[in-house]
């Protein structure tokens, strides 16, 4: 958050980015911040990017966690980047809590997730999808995603806020762990107000007026929860080193093993069960296949444990080699709106290249299939591409985080 908190605002076991501190004017105040929060946020931003170049540059046209097709490196591939969204929007209520402590109002509070909230659900809209994705705006099918969820799960929060903050905590753990109970329930059950039950509960495409297509991929429910629950995460924050670490290391670890007696049962927590497969490794992969779209609250077991499980370890400091995650991790949103264009661009230079044409890689809505039978690649390009985006996007991050430390325009906040 872009806030001036002076050092009576720093928790125990806070420090000052190093990094940070050699591009800032002799005059100007430093920011403390966890380290440890930032740096977390950095990791999911840079395997964020891996699922996105698999989605330009695989060769393979199927579901890669479709069992009966798909191969160990391709599952995990396509697994592992499933931690990104639950954890980035967890980390976003976070951050909200973190900016009371620093000075600002609830009301400051309150305006700044409205407005941040409704700019997030417009640039999903506009340059997330039609220019990142898309590379065409012809808005007659529109697709959301993260970044959707996120901004009225904000807008939701600023309503939120002047509740007291266990009363935000209660209602996001309630939303999170109660709404699989109402998977049984349809569109259709409400009328012409289905649609709505579309956008808050079941993933699905809308057709608003002939012609146009409006696909939700990420529901708000329960996406509001997890922005609320990371809200009350924000007061463990605040506490001392060694007690914060603990409470961080004994949360994730409860919600593992929850995730475990919960999916082993098959009673609760996700659309589908898990069943044994042709080998231990393939029931594995049974197991934690859970559902993203909308996220079960075993996908979000699954994916927020373990990482209140690696943020109790990142708290005891950050390695010299892992520094450069923090860069990615303080200007998130400027990272996230500049990879996937990024990556696409890269995907057409390559085509025409290859075929001498590209007309695939400018259709809405985006994987048309219409490419080339070979085209894409396979996995250890993929794998080469994702480093060499990370590698493009450090310099410019790292400018745009000075940038940021030393001006504060009001427009810097919303980037």
């Known amino acids: 958050m872009n806030t001036n908190p002076t050092s009576a605002n720093v928790p125990a076991g806070t420090t000052v980015g190093s990094s940070l501190a050699s591009l800032a004017p002799s005059a100007a105040i430093v920011r403390p911040r966890l380290d440890s929060v930032d740096l977390l946020r950095g990791l999911i931003m840079v395997l964020m990017a891996l699922d996105h170049v698999r989605d330009f540059f695989t060769n393979v046209h199927f579901n890669p966690l479709d069992l009966t097709q798909t191969s160990a490196p391709l599952f995990m591939t396509r697994w592992i980047t499933h931690f990104c969204a639950p954890l980035f929007t967890f980390l976003a209520g976070t951050g909200a809590f973190l900016a009371t402590t620093r000075g600002k109002t609830k009301n400051q509070i309150a305006w700044m997730l409205l407005t941040r909230g409704l700019w997030l659900a417009l640039l999903e809209v506009t340059w997330v999808r039609s220019l990142g994705w898309e590379f065409n705006f012809n808005f007659h ?26 009363a935000v905590t209660t209602f996001g753990v309630v939303m999170i762990f109660g709404h699989n109970a109402f998977d049984g329930i349809k569109p259709e059950s409400f009328g012409s107000l289905g649609w709505l039950w579309t956008v808050l509960h079941v993933s699905g495409t809308l057709q608003p007026a002939p012609g146009f297509r409006f696909s939700v991929g990420y529901p708000l429910m329960p996406w509001i929860g997890v922005v609320a629950a990371g809200y009350g995460f924000g007061t463990l924050l605040m506490r001392g080193p060694e007690e914060r670490r603990k409470w961080l290391l004994r949360l994730g670890v409860g919600m593992v093993l929850l995730f475990v007696v919960l999916r082993f049962s098959n009673l609760y927590g996700n659309p589908t069960p898990w069943t044994p497969q042709k080998n231990f490794l393939w029931s594995i992969f049974s197991f934690i296949d859970v559902h993203k779209y909308p996220p079960s609250l075993l996908y979000l077991l699954m994916t927020i444990g373990p990482g209140l499980i690696l943020l109790s370890f990142l708290d005891r400091g950050t390695p010299q080699w892992m520094k450069p995650f923090l860069v990615f991790g303080r200007v998130p949103l400027f990272y996230y709106l500049l990879h996937i264009p990024m990556i696409h661009a890269l995907a057409v230079v390559v085509a025409w290249l290859r075929f001498g044409h590209a007309e695939w890689l400018f259709i809405n809505p985006f994987g048309s299939n219409i490419a080339p039978a070979n085209n894409g690649f ?38």
């Open 141 to 166: 099918s529109i697709g959301v995603g993260t970044l959707w969820s996120i901004g009225w799960s904000m807008v939701a929060l600023s309503a939120l806020v002047y509740l007291p903050t266990w």
């Open 378 to 415: 396979s996995l250890p390009v993929v794998y080469l591409v994702w480093i060499g985006v990370v590698l493009l996007l450090y310099p410019v991050c790292r400018w745009f985080m000075g940038v940021k430390y030393r001006r504060r325009d009001a427009w810097l906040t919303y980037l």
